[in-house]
């Protein structure tokens, strides 16, 4: 438990409750200061998390400063479950956002129940449209409280009394044993009446049931059944459900190096990270998803299936242009605050292989209608024989110099042998000899020119002297085997010059070629993983699972992560929680636990 009154704001602080449609974020406190509505990656209705209380946030507390307070959810659920405790009492709170019946009222639910004697409570919401820039238009009618602003409407329903003032809606109230009271808040398009409130304690039941009944078709039989259960769940919750697309974090701005510019819009659909989440997913018995995301990128990839973009918004959109809100102060005052990215006009040669990949992953676990897909992995391919050959900005987007960077090679040469294992075993017509061609090229060539003799490792990019943590991959892909002497002089440089404190930098940003980018930032826990699943494939399964076991102690209370860990502060850094930290962290559980899943997504036992 942690004193409700002495408690920092850091990015580990935070819940994340989500309807597969949006989400939220819930410091410990019981404020919810990010909640954009009716989308992940619509305008925010509270975003004092980017700014101050008048951005607009919800709070829910006990009025007594030395309440205690401890936090957990609802078992294979995503529903939160705060429990205060004062001298004069105990009570819960669960905060949740049901599934919506249509795009047209989307709901956050907050219950309080009395367990003990007696608590007392003060509430204060402050709706701020427009990412905490316009105040609403307020009235009351027909027993709640309605907000409008252009094309946004809210409206409060609560059981207990409300009033409004200074452009605030507060409410001051005691919870006793045995009672249990409930405020629901609706979004609605502004030009419709809304339906009837639909009962709040009805839709916790269904919620959990909902819950309880996906987290049950889990595969998983290993050691951390727990920590894994809790990391799929974050990735379904990071899903898209009207679209099956998935984002890569439910936040934008939240930085990998406080006071500074390294902040990104992560509320759309990476292919890439989406490629390895329906792996986490798929490895762990659920083809729901992989399916609904197969559609999409036939959807969004429609009328351009050659010219592959990094990343698209939920219903497949491909501008998403990257502006600034300069009103916003920033987290801890880290500026710019951006929506939109301009990485999605990025060249990021991996994407390819990364999807390729995931379509012959997901024709062997047996996906249905999968020769639709064909075409569109041929035209995908056809393109790629140009492509391989440029520089690009590479898998982390830098914003520097383009570069042949090794790992976007490799993933070059993975798209043409996944393409050609799905021809040649499941008798599908192609270009195979000009795909074995094109392999072989590249894989001569990055052996040339993207490894250094004198180091026994491979490098960053063609002419480096540096590593780059993506380069761990390298036996996963199968492009060399784990014993290869060269991939175990790369481990081991990696090692030596971007290990520290138990956790991976991606690489070093110092010096020449960097990316592009001012300040520092945190180890990438994904990076992290990668490391312990090199581990296993080199047969050192021990030291695997002290560091995984070690990494698993940075995720939150909750069992969350985000992007990036700073072992110095010993806090969390970037967005959050962050699908990347959650799908690696799951294919190193299923490592560990016997099996060992190659980058097409393949299961196989360890030999």
Not at 472 to 479: K, M, S, T
Request: glycine share 8%; charged share 20%; net charge negative.
């Amino acid at each position: 438990m942690s004193p409700a009154s002495t408690v920092a704001h850091r990015i580990e602080d935070y819940a994340m409750i989500g309807s597969t449609h949006s989400a939220a974020l819930i410091h410990r406190d019981g404020t919810i200061q990010w909640l954009c509505m009716p989308r992940f990656d619509s305008e925010a209705i509270f975003a004092s998390l980017l700014g101050t209380p008048d951005n607009g946030e919800w709070a829910v507390r006990a009025t007594d400063p030395a309440a205690r307070i401890a936090r957990r959810y609802v078992p294979d659920t995503m529903v939160l479950e705060t429990t205060i405790d004062t001298p004069t009492g105990r009570a819960v709170v669960l905060d949740f956002m049901p599934t919506p019946v249509d795009g047209d009222l989307h709901e956050l639910v907050r219950i309080i129940r009395g367990v003990e004697g007696h608590v007392d409570f003060a509430a204060e919401l402050r709706l701020r449209f427009n990412y905490g820039e316009w105040i609403p238009w307020v009235e009351r009618r027909e027993g709640a409280i309605f907000a409008f602003a252009g094309p946004d409407a809210i409206r409060l329903s609560s059981s207990v009394d409300l009033s409004n003032a200074n452009f605030s809606t507060t409410s001051d109230f005691t919870i006793v044993a045995g009672q249990s009271v409930a405020t629901t808040l609706e979004w609605f398009p502004s030009h419709k009446i809304p339906p009837l409130p639909r009962d709040p304690y009805a839709l916790l039941r269904h919620t959990e049931a909902q819950g309880r009944l996906w987290a049950a078709q889990c595969t998983y039989d290993g050691p951390y059944a727990a920590v894994v259960r809790r990391s799929l769940m974050t990735l379904k919750a990071l899903t898209y459900h009207p679209t099956g697309g998935i984002v890569a974090a439910p936040t934008t701005s939240l930085p990998e190096d406080p006071g500074g510019s390294r902040n990104w819009d992560y509320r759309y659909c990476w292919l890439r990270d989406a490629v390895w989440t329906l792996h986490a997913l798929t490895v762990s018995g659920y083809m729901e998803e992989a399916s609904a995301w197969r559609w999409w990128l036939m959807r969004a990839t429609a009328g351009a299936p050659d010219g592959l973009q990094v990343m698209y918004g939920l219903h497949g959109e491909r501008r998403l242009t990257e502006t600034t809100l300069d009103h916003l102060a920033g987290y801890e005052n880290s500026r710019p605050v951006r929506i939109g990215n301009a990485a999605h006009e990025q060249l990021q040669l991996d994407v390819y292989g990364s999807l390729l990949g995931a379509f012959d992953a997901a024709r062997r676990d047996g996906l249905a209608d999968m020769d639709a897909v064909w075409p569109l992995q041929c035209a995908i391919a056809e393109r790629l024989l140009v492509l391989w050959r440029q520089p690009d900005c590479s898998l982390w987007e830098v914003r520097g110099p383009k570069q042949h960077f090794v790992y976007s090679k490799m993933m070059c040469w993975f798209a043409f042998d996944r393409m050609i294992a799905s021809a040649v075993d499941f008798g599908l017509d192609g270009p195979v000899e000009t795909w074995r061609a094109a392999r072989e090229e590249i894989h001569a060539e990055v052996c040339e020119k993207g490894f250094d003799a004198a180091s026994n490792s491979f490098m960053q990019y063609y002419g480096a002297d540096r590593v780059d943590a993506s380069l761990l991959q390298i036996p996963l892909l199968g492009f060399l085997p784990a014993d290869d002497p060269r991939v175990q002089g790369t481990i081991a440089r990696i090692e030596k010059e971007l290990l520290h404190d138990n956790v991976v930098y991606r690489y070093l940003p110092e010096g020449v070629a960097a990316d592009g980018l001012e300040g520092r930032e945190g180890a990438f826990l994904a990076c992290s993983f990668w490391l312990c699943d090199a581990y296993i494939m080199s047969h050192r399964v021990e030291e695997a699972r002290v560091l995984f076991e070690r990494l698993l102690s940075y995720g939150n209370d909750l069992g969350l992560f985000a992007e990036e860990y700073d072992p110095v502060a010993r806090r969390q850094l970037g967005n959050f929680p962050q699908a990347f930290s959650h799908f690696a962290l799951v294919h190193t559980a299923h490592m560990l636990a016997g099996g060992v899943i190659d980058a097409s997504g393949q299961r196989r036992r360890k030999k």
